[in-house]
């Protein structure tokens, strides 16, 4: 049996600033998925598991195969924390992508 690698993807923000909206797009979707993205406390590792989910988003829906992560507010608190984008079809939920978001104070 092999797994597919997840692919992994860091990136920084400043608490109260702007994080401009991002575009998904998956070529082999269709109306029947959506895209969600969960942020966890705590920096992505073997132990992630024990970490708490502080936000759940679901992507908003552009197209029947593109969404967006909506332009926001940075409002968490300097610090590490982990994310992972999902792909839910019924009850099948998968990773697509995940990382680390690292937010710094001004």
Known sequence: MSCDTIPTYNFCTVHGDTVFD???????FDNTFTLRIDIFTGQYDKFAQF????????????????FRWAEYKEQKKAGGYSYSLCYLK????RILLRGKITVKSH
């Open 22 to 28: 991002k575009e998904f797009t998956a070529p082999e």
């Open 51 to 66: 970490n708490t989910k502080i936000e759940s988003i679901i992507l908003e829906r552009i197209s029947s195969n593109k």
């Open 90 to 93: 019924g009850n099948v939920e």
